[in-house]
């Protein structure tokens, strides 16, 4: 079973950044398309930014020009980069893969508040 690990959250002012990331343990990584998403108190789950295996990037129009995704297949990690941050980006963010989620992991919470 896939274990997903995010880490990098915290409390921010408006207009701060954060840098989340995740890493997938073993080989199975650099085989998927993977996206980080979130979810705010009250509200589903959502698809923040996605990358693919060769490198495509796409973003949700509400992070656009704020968030960027990356990955690093030689570490099995994907890291979202957050600047400009907004009391709206407050939530848990999760990563998983695009396609059939593995088991969803604890998240890591963004507090932004000023």
């Known amino acids: 079973q896939v274990q997903l690990v995010e880490s990098g959250g915290g409390s921010v002012q408006p207009g701060g950044s954060l840098r989340l990331s995740c890493t997938v343990p073993?080989?199975?990584?650099?085989?998927?398309?993977m996206g980080w998403y979130r979810q705010a108190p009250g509200k589903q789950r959502e698809l923040v930014a996605g990358i693919s295996i060769s490198g495509s990037t796409n973003y949700a129009d509400f992070v656009k020009g704020r968030f960027t995704i990356s990955r690093d297949d030689a570490k099995s990690t994907v890291v979202l980069q957050m600047n400009n941050l907004k009391p709206e980006d407050t939530a848990v963010y999760f990563c998983?893969?695009?396609?059939?989620?593995?088991?969803w992991g604890q998240g890591t919470q963004v507090l932004v508040s000023s």
């Open positions: 073993g080989i199975i990584f650099r085989f998927n398309d």
């Open positions: 998983n893969r695009l396609l059939s989620p593995w088991a």
